[in-house]
């Protein structure tokens, strides 16, 4: 979903109220008609300062009425005017795809932008709504906003934001690992029973989780920026402490800016431990750009490489290195409230163990090297003001290029996951998320499918 109003760019913008406006209604031969009357109303409620009566009373026929250009501008002003400029972005929109050469609504989808603190695409809206304004007033009140765009790019070189958060929940399999007690394995030329330790066997239990992680963004030159982040991540098991996890991550990198295009590019670094012994790391560069072709529909893409090293002298002949790169596509639905979202991926990791066993001879794990690809899809919708639905699903197939010692096969993978939940928000920066999540992966090698669900209450506290 689109982003939230900041209160500073929000204040500033009311205190330069003055704007160029297009009459939104035309009096209709046909008095009585009731959806004339509506609009007379709604206009007069906007003219009169109370959008916010005038977007409660359009807002159960937007779907009906959307892509009517006296509509679309009216219901877009009277977001604008009741902070929630977010919508008032996808109604302009709807103006500008029939009528490109209204002045009035680039105007005010460029005072949308600048109330969500999107300063670029502000600016890129203001300077086009200066070109097609003669009128002096109109180009008084344009030159406010971008001498105050300026003002913040010069004024506001360094941001920080952060978040805390802690759940407690109930996973039906801590250890991600098969329900089987006993496999047939083959050694030295024989099929043998073999009976799995516990700990890889599936188990269930509760746990409580914490987290807390932050980024520091600092303005560089032109639409240059430097970030640097960092996360701590804790989950403790009730009687399996053996699972109990902790993991730490830093990240940093350059971030470019302009218009509606985003490109970030970075370094990253990730420690873990498991039942409080170092577990491994993972370290890599990534990078992600992100193009908004419309404030409804956004793409974007990804790669990375990045080393995966394990800690434990039994565990190295898994290390890796992998490469991946996915695109995706964001939808936001016509009103405003919902959005829709799909993803493919696709990528290897290279085997670089050279750990010399029976089993590997030449080195390297038991599988092998491995090609994967998946997808993912899901959505959001507003039940009301504070609360949010989503849902998400997807799936990947990993194939190994060994044939497995110990089991005669060839490995194949199939995972399958999906998550459904709501983010309630009872205040600007605290969220309570209930969640529920559920995995299975497929193998033709019994030791590595399970299947897992996970119940989880989060409540999450923001800073910004």
Known sequence: MLAVASGTAYAQEAA??????????????DESDSYEKLLREAD????????????????PIEFEHS????????????AL???????????????????????????????????????LRARTEFLAALRQNTSEAARVSIQKYLDAIDGQKEGKRVHV???????????????????????QIFDAGTWLTGTLAADNVKARDNYYA???????????????????????????????????????????????EAKASRLRMGLLDSQYNLGGVPNGDITG???????????????NIYAQSVKYRF????????????????????????????SLSGSVHSGTEKDVSTIISVANPNGGSNDGAKNFKGFRVGGQTAINDKTMLYAYAGTQKGDYSKMNYYFQLQRSDRLRDSKLGVDWHWDKLWTLRPQLSYSRNDSNIAIYGYERTDVSLTVRRDFR
Request: aromatic fraction near 10%; glycine fraction near 10%.
């Open 16 to 29: 330069q109220k003055p704007r160029l406006r297009e009459e939104p209604v035309v009096k209709s031969p």
């Open 44 to 59: 007069a409620l906007v003219k009169n300062g109370k959008p916010d009566q005038a977007y409660m009373l359009l807002k």
């Open 67 to 78: 892509g009517e250009v006296r509509f679309d501008y009216l219901i877009g002003t009277a």
């Open 81 to 119: 005017d009741s902070g929630k400029p977010d919508m008032a972005t996808l109604a302009f929109e709807r103006v500008l795809a029939v009528n490109p050469d209204s002045a009035a609504a680039r105007l005010d989808m460029a005072r949308a932008y600048y109330q969500l603190g999107d300063m």
């Open 161 to 183: 934001s952060g978040y805390v958060e802690g759940s407690f929940g109930r996973d039906s399999n801590v250890n991600s690992s098969t329900s089987q007690s006993q496999v």
């Open 210 to 256: 914490l987290a807390a992680g932050g980024e520091v963004t600092f303005k560089l030159v032109g639409n240059w920026d430097l970030y640097l982040g960092a996360d701590l991540r804790k989950r403790g098991n009730m009687a399996l402490k053996q699972f109990d996890s902790f993991g730490q991550n830093v990240r940093a990198g350059i971030v470019y």
């Open 285 to 299: 560069i990534k990078g992600d750009w992100r193009y908004a072709f419309s404030p409804s529909n956004q793409f």
């Open 311 to 338: 800690a434990d002298p039994i565990m190295k002949s898994n290390d890796i290195d992998q490469q991946a790169m996915g695109l995706g596509w964001l939808h936001v639905m016509s009103d405003g409230q919902s």
